[in-house]
């Protein structure tokens, strides 16, 4: 009893060091300041879920979204806008011909990379049989894959394909009852 249980624990680390998470970290601010005809810096890169602050200036002066974001909409700085998809949003000072003097900026928002699938719950039934909880990204393609020899990469054979429609899903291995020990890895193909 005391072997399977090892085993197990071996079989739960294994899943989660082979399908380690790399969760987006918190959303991040970033200041842009402003003064006589300029934006500083006039370009940065963000990303989804992240904020700009214009602030720290000096001078009449405001922000306004010339494309499909309007950011802060024209409003008198400082003033602060959090961008939710991605894409290139240029902007400019709407005082008097201050655009025209130079006096806009762009921010180029990126998406954030997926996190990539994560074993969670690993445990092993009463007939033998592995069960455990994927995290994962809905409507993506998941292929679940199980070894017993770790010597090789090519010792990995496909268990299942699932593509969930939620972020979670149940797997077991119904194979596994008479394996005294078992891996488990999730591929997310792009």
């Given at each position: ?46 990303q989804v879920g992240d904020t700009i602050v214009w602030t720290n200036g000096s001078g009449a002066h405001t922000v306004f979204g010339t494309g499909s974001d ?40 990126t998406s954030l990379p997926l996190a990539p699938a994560t074993l969670t719950n690993v445990m092993r039934l009463a007939d033998g049989q592995f069960q455990f ?58």
């Open positions: 009893m005391a072997l399977s249980i090892v085993r197990l624990k071996l079989a739960l680390l294994f899943g989660c060091l082979t399908a380690t998470a790399c969760f987006p970290a918190d959303a991040a601010t970033t200041n842009i300041t402003y003064g006589s005809f300029f934006f500083s810096p006039p370009v940065v890169t963000i309007p950011m802060c909409g024209g409003a008198s700085l400082p003033c602060a806008h959090t961008f939710s998809s991605p894409g290139s949003f240029n902007y400019e000072c709407t005082v008097d011909s201050h655009a025209s003097s130079g006096m806009t900026g762009t921010v180029i928002v909880t994927v995290m994962t990204t809905a409507n993506r393609t998941n292929i679940v894959q199980g070894s017993t020899n770790l010597s090789s990469p090519t010792n990995w054979t496909s268990l299942g394909i699932t593509v969930p429609t939620s972020n979670t899903f149940t797997f077991t291995d119904t194979n596994a009852g008479t394996l005294q020990l078992r891996f488990f890895r999730v591929i997310e193909p792009q």
